[in-house]
């Protein structure tokens, strides 16, 4: 572990809550790099920045990233990909341990606007009754078109429903809105509710956790909010190859099977249905050059969601050919 992060925060000595920033960094350096300038430009002050690594010693982070921003404060090596989950409850741990009033987890692929983070606290203050509470999300490349403004879990059939995705920016016209959960791209919690309804649930190695997390934040009598004047742009998986990667395909099948038995058992069998149907597509009409790998990975989810395996999956298609 590098960095200089061992001392406690003294919070009694700012007029603002003291946020701790949690940086998952898996490969891309530059983007991560643009995500810490941004930050460096944030109206908000009282914030420190703690890098996870997800992954061996990146030298760079600690002798060059460091001494260039005053914010870092920690960077915690892995040695190896734990995951979303994992990686990000290290960050939350020494943040809680040091005295972060709140907590941010935030995309190393996503740039922010100088006021996001004002904006999400004032909110934060104003409203006990919020647990967790995130920006407006749109596309990096794309400003005006929405990435995540909420979202609604149906239970009955375990399915997400997004609110205003790929629509204009301008037509969503409130103010905050309430939603089932806060995406884990950009995501404010107070260190009350973690202690109420724990940490990520690192069953879910990718896609799902923040769902999961948000639910349980619900459940325990707290309000999730998107609120809309404050945003970020994201570069859409720029670092896990997105949905349509192996790593994608593998663990959104196998998470979303976890999240069935979690939480709609009545939808198991059809969600184990529509894999095999996406298995059977692969097979006789998808001319995807890589069909038969992603055939592999449908088969692997279904089998290691019954055997109770977690963790990243199958080595090999992590491998990059």
């Given at each position: 572990?590098?960095?200089?992060?061992?001392?406690?925060?003294?919070?009694?000595?700012?007029?603002?809550?003291?946020?701790?920033?949690?940086?998952?960094?898996?490969?891309?350096?530059?983007?991560?790099?643009?995500?810490?300038?941004?930050?460096?430009?944030?109206?908000?002050?009282?914030?420190?920045?703690?890098?996870v690594?997800?992954?061996?010693?990146?030298?760079?982070?600690?002798?060059?990233?460091?001494?260039?921003?005053?914010?870092?404060?920690?960077?915690?090596?892995?040695?190896?990909?734990?995951?979303?989950?994992?990686?990000?409850?290290?960050?939350?741990?020494?943040?809680?341990?040091n005295?972060?009033?709140?907590?941010?987890?935030?995309?190393?692929?996503?740039?922010?606007?100088?006021?996001?983070?004002?904006?999400?606290?004032?909110?934060?203050?104003?409203?006990p009754?919020?647990?967790?509470?995130?920006?407006?999300?749109?596309?990096?490349?794309?400003?005006?078109?929405?990435w995540?403004?909420?979202?609604?879990?149906?239970q009955?059939?375990?399915?997400?429903?997004?609110?205003?995705?790929?629509?204009?920016?301008?037509?969503?016209?409130?103010?905050?809105?309430?939603?089932?959960?806060?995406?884990?791209c950009?995501?404010?919690?107070?260190?009350?509710?973690?202690?109420?309804?724990?940490?990520?649930?690192?069953?879910?190695?990718?896609?799902?956790?923040?769902?999961?997390?948000?639910?349980?934040?619900?459940?325990?009598?707290?309000?999730?909010?998107?609120?809309?004047?404050?945003?970020?742009?994201?570069?859409?998986?720029?670092?896990?190859?997105?949905?349509?990667?192996?790593?994608?395909?593998?663990?959104?099948?196998?998470?979303?099977?976890?999240?069935?038995?979690?939480?709609?058992?009545?939808?198991?069998?059809?969600?184990?249905?529509?894999?095999?149907?996406?298995?059977?597509?692969?097979?006789l009409?998808?001319?995807?050059?890589?069909?038969?790998?992603?055939?592999?990975?449908?088969?692997?989810?279904?089998?290691?969601?019954?055997?109770?395996?977690?963790?990243?999956?199958?080595?090999?298609?992590?491998?990059?050919?």
């Amino acid at each position: 572990m590098n960095g200089n992060g061992n001392n406690k925060i003294d919070s009694s000595s700012f007029h603002r809550p003291h946020v701790s920033i949690i940086i998952l960094h898996l490969e891309d350096i530059s983007c991560l790099v643009d995500c810490v300038t941004s930050l460096s430009k944030i109206t908000y002050r009282n914030f420190d920045i703690i890098i996870v690594n997800n992954g061996p010693e990146n030298l760079f982070l600690s002798n060059t990233l460091i001494p260039k921003y005053k914010r870092i404060t920690k960077i915690i090596n892995t040695e190896k990909n734990l995951g979303f989950a994992a990686g990000n409850n290290l960050g939350i741990r020494r943040a809680l341990k040091n005295g972060a009033d709140y907590i941010l987890l935030l995309n190393d692929d996503t740039e922010v606007t100088p006021e996001f983070l004002t904006t999400l606290i004032d909110a934060a203050e104003s409203r006990p009754d919020a647990g967790m509470l995130g920006p407006k999300i749109c596309y990096f490349n794309d400003p005006d078109k929405i990435w995540f403004a909420g979202a609604r879990f149906d239970q009955k059939t375990c399915t997400v429903m997004t609110t205003g995705f790929n629509r204009s920016g301008k037509s969503v016209d409130y103010a905050h809105v309430e939603s089932d959960y806060i995406t884990g791209c950009a995501l404010l919690i107070r260190k009350n509710v973690i202690e109420k309804v724990g940490l990520l649930d690192e069953r879910f190695f990718l896609y799902c956790e923040d769902v999961d997390w948000g639910l349980r934040c619900s459940k325990a009598g707290f309000k999730n909010l998107v609120i809309r004047c404050s945003q970020i742009r994201h570069k859409v998986s720029s670092s896990s190859g997105g949905i349509d990667s192996l790593p994608g395909a593998y663990h959104r099948r196998r998470s979303c099977l976890l999240m069935a038995r979690i939480y709609s058992p009545q939808s198991l069998c059809r969600i184990q249905r529509k894999i095999l149907r996406d298995i059977v597509w692969l097979l006789l009409k998808s001319s995807d050059k890589m069909r038969f790998k992603k055939i592999f990975v449908c088969l692997f989810a279904i089998r290691d969601y019954h055997s109770g395996k977690n963790g990243s999956g199958p080595r090999w298609m992590w491998t990059k050919k």
